[in-house]
C-alpha cells in the first residue's frame, strides 16, 4: 500500500481512553500496528494488565505500549499527566453503566468529554484529537425513523426523554445513555466553536458494534449481542428489532484516520454499514456452526431506515485500509463468534 502523508509521523505517542475496552483496544492496536507509540487510560492497572502481558505484549515490551491510571474520567485534572507528550488523543471511554438516573451518568459523562478536551488545551503537543461518539446522538435507531442524518442531526427527543421526572425505572437506561452521548459530543463541538483550540477535532459514530473481540471480557458484557444471541438469551436483543451492522474494526479504522488523515477536519463520521436484525444473525450462525442448537428465529423483527452520506467515510476506508466498503456483516459475525467459541 502506497505511504500517504499523514498529520502526525510515525513514532508519535497517541493517547487511547478506556484502553481495555472493546473499541478502544482495538484502537490501541491498529495504532501500534502502523508504527505509533499508544499510551492507554485504565481505571485499573491490575485488570489492564492483559494489554501489557498478553494481547500487545510485543509493543509493551519496547516500550512502544503503556498503560496510564485515570481512575475517575470525569474528575477534575484527570487527564493531566495521561497528555503529556502526547501528538494525538482518541477519546474513546464513555460511562456505559445504562443507569437510569440521568443525573448520575449525563452529567459525568460530559464533565469527562470536557476535561480532556481542557487537558489538551494546556498541552502544546496536542495535534490531534477524536472522540468516540455514537448513531445515537443523532437519532433514535428505531424501526419506522427514516431520518436522514447530517452534520447537524441530534439526538434531542433521547434528552428531553432522559430527563423528564422520575421515578427513574430500568427502562429508561437506554434513553439515558443516549442523551449523555448527545450532551457530550454537543460539548465538544461548543468546546471548539467557542475554545478555539490549537489542534484539530473529529468524532466517529458507530451502531451497534460487534466483530472480533481482544480479551473474554469483551464478550462477557450486557452489550456482547452475539454472545447473548448465541447462548440463547434474548431478554434484552428482543428490545433491538432491527439495527445496522458495523465491525469493531472498521471503528478502529475509522478512529484512525480520522487522527492521522490531513483532509479530515471537524467530521462528524457516521459508521453504519448494512441493517440487519437478529434473524439475519442466526442464519449467519447456523451456517458457520451447524452442529450447534441455536435457538428459533425471533417474532417481530424488522429493519432500519435511516440514511446519511458515507462518502467520505468509505473513501478513508479505501485509502487507510484498502478496503471497498464495510466489512459485511458475515465477517463480523464470523470474527465475533469464533472468539465465543473459542472461550467456551
Not at 312 to 338: F, S
Request: proline share 6%; hydrophobic share 40%; glycine share 4%.
Amino acid at each position: 500500500m502506497a505511504e500517504h502523508k499523514t498529520t502526525i509521523p510515525k513514532g508519535s505517542w497517541i493517547l487511547v481512553t478506556g484502553a481495555t475496552g472493546y473499541v478502544a483496544s482495538q484502537v490501541a492496536k491498529e495504532f501500534l500496528e502502523r508504527g505509533y507509540k499508544v499510551r492507554g487510560s485504565v481505571r485499573d492497572l491490575k485488570k489492564a494488565s492483559w494489554l501489557v502481558d498478553d494481547v500487545l505484549k510485543p509493543y509493551a515490551d519496547r516500550g512502544d505500549f503503556e498503560l496510564v491510571h485515570v481512575p475517575d474520567l470525569a474528575a477534575e485534572h484527570a487527564f493531566n499527566d495521561a497528555v503529556r507528550g502526547v501528538s494525538a488523543i482518541a477519546h474513546v471511554a464513555s460511562i456505559v453503566t445504562f443507569d437510569p438516573d440521568p443525573n448520575k451518568v449525563v452529567p459525568q459523562t460530559v464533565r469527562g468529554a470536557v476535561s480532556i478536551l481542557e487537558a489538551a488545551l494546556r498541552e502544546p503537543s496536542v495535534r490531534e484529537f477524536v472522540y468516540t461518539s455514537s448513531i445515537v446522538a443523532a437519532t433514535i435507531p428505531m424501526p419506522g425513523n427514516e431520518t436522514h442524518v447530517d452534520r447537524d442531526t441530534w439526538n434531542d427527543t433521547a434528552v428531553q426523554l432522559a430527563w423528564a421526572p422520575p421515578p427513574y425505572d430500568a427502562s429508561r437506561g437506554s434513553i439515558v445513555y443516549m442523551a449523555s452521548k448527545t450532551e457530550a459530543e454537543k460539548a465538544v463541538w461548543q468546546f471548539v466553536k467557542e475554545r478555539q483550540p490549537h489542534f484539530t477535532v473529529n468524532s466517529v459514530c458507530p451502531s451497534s458494534i460487534m466483530g472480533e473481540p481482544l480479551h473474554k471480557s469483551h464478550i462477557e458484557s450486557t452489550a456482547s449481542w452475539l454472545k447473548l444471541l448465541y447462548d440463547g438469551r434474548t431478554e434484552r436483543l428482543v428490545n433491538f428489532p432491527a439495527s445496522y451492522n458495523i465491525d469493531v474494526k472498521d471503528v478502529a479504522l475509522l478512529h484512525v484516520a480520522a487522527v492521522i488523515d490531513p483532509d479530515v477536519r471537524n467530521a462528524r463520521l457516521q459508521a453504519w454499514a448494512d441493517p440487519f436484525n437478529w434473524n439475519d444473525v442466526l442464519a449467519i450462525m447456523r451456517r458457520l456452526y451447524p452442529d450447534h442448537k441455536f435457538i428459533d428465529d425471533l417474532p417481530g423483527m424488522s429493519k432500519m431506515s435511516l440514511t446519511t452520506d458515507f462518502t467520505q467515510q468509505l473513501r478513508l476506508l479505501k485509502k487507510w485500509g484498502g478496503q471497498d466498503g464495510w466489512r459485511t456483516l458475515e465477517q463480523t459475525v464470523e470474527d465475533n463468534l469464533r472468539a465465543i467459541v473459542a472461550w467456551e
